[in-house]
Structure formats: C-alpha cells, structure tokens
C-alpha cells in the first residue's frame, strides 16, 4: 500500500501542470484506451532502479491489437523462445532484409496471443505505430497491419484483402459511394504514385468510378487486370516498407481465397529487397507441395522461420495457471485436472477460468480470488468446444441471443446489422457490453461502437452452433434483407447469407453478380466455387432465367481459364436444359455462347456460324431482342475476322437499332465505333471518314473518351496514311496518344502507338518507329488477345532486324504469341511481317510462306494491310530473280491501290518496278520509274525509300555513262543517308544501322 502511494505521490509531483503521468505498469493497462507520449525515467524514493514514465495525451478514437492481448491478467509462459525469434527478424529487417516466419499450431494454442505479444512489447517500447495507421513520411516508426481468412469466405475474391483496406480507409456502411470515392481518393492520394494505384483500389472495393478512372479498368481483360490489381496492392504496401519497417500478418492463411494466396505468392518475391516482415498463421503446418510454400522456400531459404506452436510443457501449463489461478485455496488436484484436461492449451486453460468466474466458482475478495465451492464439485468440460458452450449458456439470455445472431453475421461484425436483425425491445447495447465484459468480443472502434468481432473464430462457431437450423435460416435471411438496403454492392455477403437461409431462388442473382464480379478480375476459381453450390442446388431453384445465368457465367469462368472442354459443357448442358424446359430465351443464349467458344477458343468459324443461325433464328420467332443483340456481337467480329465486311456492318447496324430500341447505350456506342472499323478495314475511306466525322460529335458530346482516343490514335490515322498525308496523320495519331494518356487507357495508347510505329517506319524514321512499337508491345501486354501481343512483338523485331539488331528471341516469343487466342484476328498484319523478317535474315523459304498466307487467308486486316504484303512479297521475288512474278505482283499492289484511293505505296510500287527495269539491263525505262518514284517520295518524305531510288538512280546513271549527273546523286545519297543515321540516340544503333544498308552506298 504505501509503495503504491510513494508512486503515486511521485507521479503528481513530477507531473506538468495539467497533464496526467503514468507508470509503465499503469500504462500497459490503459495503452489501448490513450495515446501517451514517453517522458523518460524518474527516481522513486526506495526504488533502487528509475521506473519509465508517459504522459497521457487524451482518448483513442480506435483501439488496436493491443487491447485484444493487455487488458487479460494472463501472463505471457512458454513462448519466450519463439518470440525471441521474431524479434530477431525483425532486427533484421530494420537492417534492410525482409523476412518471412510461418506460425503454426492448432486453434487456441497461442498463434495470435505470440504475434499479439510481438506487437504489445514494440507498443510499450514505442516503436510502432498503431495499427493501420496513415504514412508518415517523417516517422521512423514501424508500421504494423493485419489481416485474416474467414472459412465462410474461401469462395470471395480477395476478402482478406478487401478486409484490410476497409480497416485502413475507415469505410463504414453509411457511406455513400461518392464518400466512399472521396475517402479513398484523398487517402491514396498522400502516397506516392497513389493516384495510379486508386482506380484498381477502389474497383477491388466496389465503388463505383468515375468514367475516366472506368477507362482504366473496364477494358482490361481479366487476367490483366488481376495483375495490375495485384502490382497495386504490393505498390502500396512498398510505401510503407520503403524507409521504415512493415510488420504485415496474415491470419489463418488456410481458409485464404485463391487469388489472395496469388497475391501472397507475388509479394513474397518483393519481400525480399523490401523492409517487410510477413507473419503467415494458419491451423497446422505447411504442405511441402503448397505453392505459396513452394515459392517461399525457393526465395526465402535464409530468411524463413516456420515456428510450430505446440502444447504447453506440464510446467508451462502450471505456471499459466498459477498467473490466471492466483487462488488462495486451490488444491494441488484441481490444478493436476486442469492441466490434464486442457493438454497444454493455453486458450483453454483462459476459458476455463473465465467459466469459474462466470459460474460464481471463484471470487474476488480484497484482491485474492477464493474458490467459493468444494472442490469435488467442480466441472472442468472435457474439450475445449464443451467448455464454450458452458460459457455461452453461462450468459444471460439476451446477451446469449445477442452472441447467436453476432455469430450468424460472422466473426467480424457491425453494429447497424445487429441492431437491424434483433429486436427493438432486446436491450442490445447491454447485451453487447455484457459480451465485451465476459471477452467475447472485443470492440474495433471505441468511440463510435460500430465495429466487433469474437475474441477466438472458435467461440464464435459455437455460438452459431448452438442455434437451431431453422433459427439460424431465419436470421440468415434477415441479415440479407438488411444488407440490402444498407448496401447492396455486398453481392457475395448477400448471396451467402441467403444460400445459407435456403432462399436460393433469391440469393442467385446475387451470387451470379459477385460470381461475375470475380471473374472480372481473373478470379475464376472462386466464381466456379460461388457458382457450383449453385448447380448443385438446381433442383430446388424455380428460376429458370436465373439458373440460366449461372450456368452462363459458369461456362464463363471456364472459358476464362481456357479450359474449353468444361466451359462447352456448361454452355451445352445449359442448351439441353433449356430445349427440356422448352425456354427459348435460355436456348438463344446458349447457343450464342457456344457460338462465342467456337470462334475464339476452338478457332472454328464454321462451327459458330451454325449456332449462330439456330441462334438468329429462334430470337426472331421469339421477338428476343436482348438475344439478337448478343448473336449480332458475335457476328461483328466473326465476319470482321473472316474479312467479310459486308455481313459485319450488316448486324453492326443491327446491333446498333436493337442496342438504340433498348436503350443500352454502352452497346449502342461500341456497334457504331465497330462499323467505323468495318469500313477503315475494308478500305470504304471516304464512308469511313463521313462515319467519323458524325460520331465523332456524339461521342465527344457524351465523354466517350475512350472511343474518341482510338478514333483519333487508329482509325482517323490509317485513312490519311493510306492517302499520304502523312503530316497530319502524325498529327492525329498523338492527339489519339495525349487523350488516351489522360485517361489512362492502355488499348487506345496501344493502337495509336502501333499507328504511330508505322507510319514512322514508312517513313524511314527508324528511331521513332522503334521507339512507338516499344510502346506498343508494353501496352498490348494489357490486351494481349486477338494477337495485339504477337503482333507488337513481331514487328518490334522486324525492324530493329532490318535496322541491322537481329532480335530473334523476340520475335519467337510473338510467333509463339500466336498460338494464343484469336490471335488470328490480326493475322494479315503479323503474317506479313513475318515475312518481311524472314527477307532481312534471308530465309526466302518462310518468307515466302508467310507472304502467301498473308495474301491467302481473308481476316481483319486483310485489305488494310494488302498492298504492303504485296510490295513485300514483290520485293522477295526480285532478291530470288523471279522477275516476271515480282512484276505480276507490283501490277496487282498497283490496281489495288488505284481501286481504293491508297497513295502511299505509289512511290514503292514505281521504284520496284524500276528495279526489274533495271535488273532486265533496261535502263531508260528504268530511269523514267526512278524519277517517278522519286518525285513521290520526296513529296511524301519517305526517307528510307528515297535513300534506296537515289542508290539506284547513280548505278543506272553509272551504267549510263551520264556522269554530269552523279555528283550532285551523289551528295544528295551521302547527306541522306548521314540524316538517317545520325536519328538514333545511341552509337550502336547507329553503327548498326550504318552496317546494314552498307550495301546501298553505289
């Protein structure tokens, strides 16, 4: 008493004027109530050591862990070793090495009490921040955040993920999406290289965006955008771990979805340059073959720990009871009992002596617990799962009611859910101070009591065991209709809880719509989790419509994956169903979706066609325009890929009246950009440019960004390069570059650099062209589909091999690249410029191949890319001296360019032509086309083609004998030729550039 009062005396006199001071001891007590700031040490009269000291600052708004593990008088025994361990690691890492230290043991044997512990004696040492806490620039403090798998949501796409972005931002259910929005932005955008992170953030969120932060995820395929979501949840913890420390649990990783155990695999290869310890708990230990496992060990072997948390010793169990069990009159039997009985447990042995308070056994009197009963009498529950129930049917009965309805919300639970489910006559806020008393649950957020969650996933599955299966339905099903009118962006929470509660005609759409959600962002898996509980159900689902969906979306997710076979089987039985139950609807969608898989996955246009027209055919019977409108989709790209325009600016106008008459103005929008690009790709120019010039108005007029990015980067800029004007289709093509850019649209940039790259290349500015594909193949990796990947890298090899830098392994990579699907969609393209790499490396043989199949099999850009496959082809001929072939081919680029209005390759066609002129010795014919083609050269600034008419035109005057003009030729090829060099930044490329038209210099 008095050693107390000393302290205290000593406390008040050493105090500021108005503030409060406290001792350690006191601290430790009330850490997770105050913010405090260290004072130091302070002489206690007939203390032999100074005791350390904080001054109280004023109230938290949130607790942290730290409450969760200090405000229990159990003392920390037994694990002395293993947190020796992480404290070591994370020396470590504050040294610059990251680690990584598995935590394994059973439920209730002390993972998170270590981990807890962990972070209360860094806490006490004021040496990290609370948790989730904003960055910090200026602190040098270690951040500390945390997160966990829940076993009910295994099927949700990154859910822990999800979880510890709500914690960090302060999302409540309240809000708007605008503040939402808001929220996120403004926090996101303190960090550097935020703004970049927000839209895949906020997407991973369901807020919706903005249209110009839509750009940048919408039309990502899903693969892509789960990688780019990925790099930005590991940019954002990189923040944190770049100057400072990052402690970063996750908590039981075996119920993790798969996409998080993806992420987990992709931040372990950043872990190790970072400044990040990884903490990973999980039930027992990790499988040899376990992939994040795996990826660990073959990273980590030096900087891994797997700490295997066993069963307390005997004496680690006595001692543990002697802390919790400071109990006057205990026998040495009852002790014996309990450690028998709890096996080592340490949670066990917490819970059995909450259970003796609770049931009256023990009692605190003048600060010494006494046992209250005989002995003999006690009942010490034979499992851990039976002691539970004890202490739940210990409670009263609201507040036993109240844990049950928790426990159906989940481990995690908010206040406005429970409140909406129970009662208004139920007594909610005592019930629930009641529970945080006992230490059932324990409050996230102090101040506004909004946010709970069971103290152990173990007494909360008792709880929710203990209820009725009827009962359990009835507050399943009410959870769900309160989620819906809190939030219903909640999809998956609210599909969950009304599968549980059997409501399964009502859950549907809502598990088809995070079902759809997933598979937007590659998590394929946990859609076909979501979808086949669904399917398995089917027998008690009266929808028909919405069964229809989920087999739709079902097949979807498969096709996603690439696995055909499973995808075509859904889509199939989905057909079979549909003609049992005698639905058309469903059988026209069935139909368009096998269409879809025939087309793009099994590459069978002729196999599509036949659904299509069963398709197309049962819509109109029907009068199914939502059905007609997907078979009209389809159709667009079918005969755009067969390069049959007609048909596909027939059901582009189609689709465009069906997509108008329902107001689907997305839809609307892309058939009427989709039959510009039927028009440029068929070379109907002056219609396409008329198409341009009138949606072009609609589409700035409604922000279509997107659109009129790839209409002034692609389509505006083919017409004019075609044509010549080659001045303003630079122009064009980086107005397309700038907007794409502001809105951060990777396929619009991907386009117009892809243009840009070749208009440059025609004009023999090699270095520009060079440096556009690069820009090119870097954003088609974001759409790597429909061959934009092979294509970007095919040509990016192609001309840094003409440019003398063979780049063969590139190129091999876009010929594999090929091989992926649809990839034949832009085969002209790619096709021809296989060739021409094939003729810089002088393999006639493929070049010659390649050229044909690029003249041979009709597909998108068949015609657009026509006269410049020709000219290739013709070129290939004259190195083989097959003169009257390359003669033959010229006259065809010829009549084809004269039938379409295309003036670019005028300057080449008459410059090949006189290349055989002069081959055959015919010299003044040849002559006549040189001067030809170079006055169109000239008058088009086609560089490169200049410098090859001016090497011939002096060989031809040398053979001549006409020297008055060669020296004037002469100085022209020399300044030229210097002018294309001297356009690279480097002296290699330069050299190399030099070296390779070497053989052009007369």
Known sequence: MGDAINIASRME??????????????????????????????????????????????????????????????????????????????????????????????????????????????????RVHRSFQEYDPLSSKIYWFETGALPYQVSSPFSPIIHFFVQYFGISLDMSNEEKYNLVESKLSKLQDGEDMFPFIANLLQIELSKEDNYQTAFLEPVILQEVTVQAIISFLDVFSKETPLVLVFDDIQWADKSSINLMRDLVSQVKSSKILLLILSRSPPDPHDRLYKKIITNFQEKFTLIEIGHLSDFGAASLISNILKVENLPENVRDRIITQSQGNPFYVEELVQSFIESGYLANENGKWILK?????????????????????????????????????????????????????????????????????????????????????????????????????EIHNKIADCLRKIDETMVDEIGRHLFEAEAFDDALPFIVKAAEMA???????????????????????????????????????????????????????????????????????????????????SHDPTKADEYLVKAEEIGSLINFPEGLLETS????????????????????????????????????????????????????????????????????????????????????????????????????????????????????????SRSLGEIYNHAGEFQNAEHYFEIAAEQSTKNPSFGFLASSKISLASIRTMIGRDDNDLFQEGIKDMEGRGATYWGARSWGEIGYYYFYVQNFKESRRYFDLSLTKPNAPFYLYKTYNLLGKARLCIAEKKYDEALGIISEANDFSKEYGIELYHAENNFLRAVIYFHNNQLSDALLSFNKSYTQATKLNLKQLTLEILSFKIKTYDLLKDNGSLTQLRKQFDDLFEEIANQFDSEDKKEAYISSFSMLKP
């Open 373 to 473: 009963t005989d002995a003999s009498k006690l009942q010490i529950p034979d499992t851990l799962n039976n002691l539970l129930m004890t202490r739940l049917d210990q409670l009263d009965e609201k507040s036993k009611r109240v844990a049950q309805s928790a426990s159906v919300i989940g481990r995690e639970f908010l206040f406005p859910i429970l409140q909406c489910i129970n009662d208004r006559n139920v007594a909610l806020e005592e019930s629930i101070s009641t529970l945080e008393d006992r230490e059932w649950i324990i409050n996230r957020l102090v101040e506004t009591k909004q946010s709970y969650f069971f103290r152990h996933v173990l007494s909360r599955d008792v709880a929710y065991n203990s209820l009725l299966f009827k009962r359990r339905k």
């Open 633 to 752: 989709a389809v159709r667009c790209v079918m005969h755009q890929s067969l390069g049959e325009f007609d048909k596909s600016m027939e059901y582009e106008i189609k689709g465009t009246k069906i997509s108008d008459d329902l107001n689907i103005d997305f839809a609307n929008i892309s058939f009427k950009y989709n039959l510009i690009v039927s028009y440029v790709l068929s070379l109907k120019l002056d219609g396409a440019e008329k198409l341009i010039e009138d949606f072009l108005v609609e589409y700035e007029t409604k922000g279509e960004k997107y659109y009129v990015a790839s209409i002034y980067g692609y389509l505006y800029p083919a017409i004019l390069n075609l044509r010549g004007q080659i001045k303003e289709a630079i122009k064009f093509t980086k107005k397309g570059i700038k907007i794409a850019k502001e809105i951060k649209a990777p396929f619009p940039e991907y386009l117009a």
């Open 519 to 601: 598979i937007s962002t590659n998590s394929t898996s946990e859609a076909i989790s979501m979808l086949s509980q669904v399917t398995q159900n089917s027998d008690k689902i009266k929808d028909f419509m919405g069964m229809t969906s989920a087999y739709v979306t079902l097949g979807t997710a498969y096709a996603v994956q690439g696995d055909v076979e499973q995808s075509t089987k859904y889509y199939s039985s989905l057909l079979d169903k549909s003609k049992e139950a005698k639905n058309q609807h469903a059988e026209v969608k069935a139909l368009n979706k096998l269409a879809e898989n025939a087309l793009f996955m």
């Open 13 to 126: 006199s050493t105090a500021e004027t108005g503030t409060i001071q406290v001792t350690q001891n006191t601290f430790k007590h009330i850490s997770y109530l105050f913010d405090v700031e260290k004072i130091g040490r302070v002489e206690v009269k007939g203390k032999s050591d100074p005791i350390t000291t904080y001054k109280i600052l004023n109230q938290k708004q949130t607790t942290d862990k730290t409450k969760k593990y200090t405000d229990r008088e159990s003392v920390f025994v037994g694990r002395e070793e293993e947190l020796n361990l992480l404290n070591i690691m994370l020396d470590n890492v504050e040294k610059g090495t990251g680690s990584i230290c598995w935590i394994a043991g059973e439920a209730g044997i002390g993972k998170s009490r270590l981990v807890a512990e962990f972070y209360s004696s860094l806490f006490l040492e004021d």
